[in-house]
């Protein structure tokens, strides 16, 4: 199915199933943004104005109905991955010095960074309230292993740049460690809800880290093929920040010997010419680095849709499905 018409019946199938659920959500982050501090009310509407997939909410969402769950808590424990997200992607941009998120200004291009720590704090401490006013164990315990996991992994990644060394096991590591482990966790949450056997729990559990390894890939060759305004970042940001994602990887163990090392020169540099991205990115396409790095996304694509087999066939199934499949076609 071409990738327009698949978001397309995505958006509808989605729309239909939790729709409403999901503008649910909207309001309450907008309503948890809301603060007597001036700064933080400011900073909280361009946040909240920004959008987004909202791709954790809307896994949480249908994962409780898959399991069967229609209460309210997963609204609320929605809101507090959403709030959770926003918070590390604040950070993140924070570390990078990124230009850009969602295709305007970050909140650190905007306000500074002591500003966007500060709010990134805040809405952390928003999100963790919020789960204790829940107050279900397996949920906190759940959120707090994918936390610290992924704290854990930003180190990790911070001390292979300043090595100059990312091997493809190294890189698995820390996109498993630092994007999947919250999309598993938010479609771990949605199952507990749902008071499934175990057998089940941990199939859901395996769907998450499945598709957030396939959208973290995916993401990551986005970043040499995609189109900047449909992106909403600047292509070629992760060469900015020293980044070694797969497509790159992929590259310097394919591409001959001179220009393996012309790239490992330029990537030691404090700072890329343009002219430079833009000749690491014709070499990575030139051998194949991004087509090797989507055949490993659309394999864990398939293994997703696999976990999801010990499941009954249902609307929520194939929507699930149809997401494994979306996150590897996108072209943002």
């Given at each position: 199915?071409?990738?327009?018409?698949?978001?397309?019946?995505?958006?509808?199938?989605?729309?239909?199933?939790?729709?409403?659920?999901?503008?649910?959500?909207?309001?309450?982050?907008?309503?948890?943004?809301d603060?007597?501090?001036?700064?933080?009310?400011e900073?909280?509407?361009?946040?909240?104005?920004?959008?987004?997939?909202?791709?954790?909410?809307?896994l949480l969402?249908?994962?409780?109905?898959?399991?069967?769950?229609?209460?309210?808590?997963?609204v609320r424990?929605a809101?507090?991955?959403?709030?959770l997200h926003?918070?590390?992607?604040?950070?993140?941009?924070?570390?990078?010095?990124a230009?850009?998120?969602?295709?305007?200004?970050?909140?650190?291009?905007?306000?500074?960074?002591?500003?966007?720590?500060?709010?990134?704090?805040?809405?952390?401490?928003?999100?963790?309230?919020?789960?204790?006013?829940?107050?279900?164990?397996?949920?906190?315990?759940?959120l707090a292993?994918?936390t610290?996991?992924?704290?854990?992994?930003e180190?990790?990644?911070?001390?292979?740049?300043?090595?100059?060394?990312?091997?493809?096991?190294?890189?698995l590591?820390?996109?498993?460690?630092?994007?999947?482990?919250?999309?598993?966790?938010?479609?771990?949450?949605?199952?507990?809800?749902?008071?499934?056997?175990?057998?089940?729990?941990?199939?859901l559990?395996?769907?998450?880290?499945?598709?957030?390894v396939?959208?973290?890939?995916?993401?990551?060759?986005?970043?040499?093929?995609?189109?900047?305004?449909?992106?909403?970042?600047?292509i070629?940001?992760?060469?900015?920040?020293?980044?070694?994602?797969?497509?790159?990887?992929a590259?310097?163990?394919?591409?001959?010997?001179?220009?393996?090392?012309?790239?490992?020169?330029?990537?030691?540099?404090?700072?890329?010419a343009?002219?430079?991205?833009?000749?690491?990115?014709?070499?990575v396409?030139?051998?194949?680095g991004?087509?090797?790095?989507?055949?490993?996304?659309?394999?864990?694509?398939?293994?997703?849709?696999?976990?999801?087999?010990?499941?009954?066939?249902?609307?929520?199934?194939?929507?699930?499905?149809?997401?494994?499949?979306?996150?590897?076609?996108?072209?943002?």
């Open positions: 199915m071409p990738t327009p018409i698949l978001e397309q019946v995505l958006k509808e199938r989605v729309a239909a199933l939790v729709g409403e659920a999901l503008r649910t959500v909207e309001v309450e982050i907008r309503r948890q943004l603060s007597s501090v001036a700064l933080i009310q900073m909280g509407g361009y946040i909240a104005g920004a959008g987004g997939k909202r791709l954790r909410p809307m969402l249908l994962a409780a109905r898959l399991a069967g769950y229609r209460g309210p808590r997963s424990l809101c507090v991955v959403e709030l926003t918070a590390t992607l604040i950070h993140d941009d924070v570390v990078d010095q230009p850009l998120r969602r295709g305007r200004p970050s909140a650190n291009a905007q306000w500074g960074d002591d500003a966007s720590v500060l709010v990134g704090d805040h809405l952390y401490s928003k999100s963790f309230a919020m789960l204790v006013r829940d107050n279900d164990r397996g949920v906190m315990e759940t292993r994918a610290v996991s992924m704290t854990e992994a180190v990790f990644q911070l001390e292979r740049k300043r090595s100059g060394v990312t091997t493809e096991a190294d890189y590591r820390i996109i498993t460690q630092k994007t999947a482990s919250f999309i598993s966790a938010c479609c771990r949450i949605g199952a507990l809800l749902g008071g499934i056997p175990a057998a089940q729990v941990e199939a559990t395996r769907y998450g880290l499945d598709v957030g396939a959208f973290q890939i995916s993401d990551d060759s986005l970043d040499f093929i995609a189109d900047q305004d449909r992106l909403g970042k600047a070629g940001s992760d060469l900015r920040e020293g980044k070694l994602t797969l497509p790159l990887i590259m310097l163990d394919r591409a001959p010997q001179w220009d393996a090392e012309r790239v490992r020169g330029l990537l030691k540099r404090r700072a890329l343009p002219a430079e991205i833009e000749d690491i990115r014709r070499l396409l030139k051998h194949d991004v087509e090797y790095a989507r055949e490993r996304a659309c394999a864990y694509a398939q293994a997703a849709k696999a976990d999801l087999e010990t499941f009954p066939p249902s609307d929520e199934r194939e929507i699930l499905a149809l997401i494994a499949d979306f996150v590897v076609d996108r072209d943002r």
